[in-house]
T-cell receptor, first 111, second 118 residues
Framework: QKEVEQDPGPLSVPEGAIVSLNCTYS??????FMWYRQYSRKGPELLMY????GNKEDGRFTAQVDKSSKYISLFIRDSQPSDSATYLC???????????FGQGTELSVKP | DTGVSQDPRHKITKRGQNVTFRCDPI?????LYWYRQTLGQGPEFLTY????????KSRLLSDRFSAERPKGSFSTLEIQRTEQGDSAMYLC????????????????FGAGSRLTVL
């Protein structure tokens, strides 16, 4: 079993829809949780970053962490065609070091 | 310096040949990471350096793989006797490790070097 599990999709939604992306994990030592966005043939770019449990909002994006359930989510409101990309969850423990990534979810937002 | 730079962007080689990738991190970043990503998968950790010291290597990094960061600045990843299974995107990332809580730092990725082994 992988340390981080993410539904690979693909996920296709109409423009303006609310998108929910999720990851589960098994390592209770993970404290820092990130969402990266990756466009085709590009490197991942950081989208959201949260520490421990709770919510964080940035514009149309909201990240949620529920450490008791070992479950993290990314919500995208009013989705746009430019949001079409692969979304990767990633996490690490307090000591830093390597990030562990999920498989990535491919999202397509149709105009 | 606008980000992490990787070279070459795409390398096509024949099975059995050696290849080398170079990564230039953001100048003030003292940690440098290598990841491998295959189609439809998330990045998989290979190894990382703090300055010139290699602190961790994944079991994915077979004897045919070697990484160096000789002066604590740029890094190279060499693959000897390439196999078709080595075909992947090789990603480099860097971060500043400060004296605070290490996990709070953020990795910045380069655009990657795509390897195709024929």
């Amino acid at each position: 079993q992988k340390e981080v599990e993410q539904d690979p999709g693909p996920l296709s939604v109409p423009e303006g829809a609310i998108v929910s992306l999720n990851c589960t994990y098994s390592n209770s030592a993970f404290q820092y949780f990130m969402w990266y966005r990756q466009y085709s043939r590009k490197g991942p770019e950081l989208l959201m970053y949260t520490y421990s449990s709770g919510n964080k909002e940035d514009g149309r994006f909201t990240a949620q962490v529920d450490k008791s359930s070992k479950y993290i989510s990314l919500f995208i409101r009013d989705s746009q065609p430019s949001d079409s990309a692969t979304y990767l969850c990633a996490m690490r423990n307090n000591q830093g070091g390597k990030l562990i990534f999920g498989q990535g979810t491919e999202l397509s937002v149709k105009p | 310096d606008t980000g992490v730079s990787q070279d070459p962007r795409h390398k096509i080689t024949k099975r059995g040949q050696n290849v080398t990738f170079r990564c230039d991190p953001i100048s003030e970043h003292n940690r440098l990471y290598w990841y491998r990503q295959t189609l439809g998968q998330g990045p998989e950790f290979l190894t990382y350096f703090q300055n010139e010291a290699q602190l961790e290597k994944s079991r994915l990094l077979s004897d045919r793989f070697s990484a160096e960061r000789p002066k604590g600045s740029f890094s190279t990843l060499e693959i000897q006797r390439t196999e078709q299974g080595d075909s992947a995107m090789y990603l480099c990332a860097s971060e500043i490790r400060d004296l605070g809580v290490s996990g709070a730092n953020v990795l910045t990725f380069g655009a990657g070097s795509r390897l195709t082994v024929l």
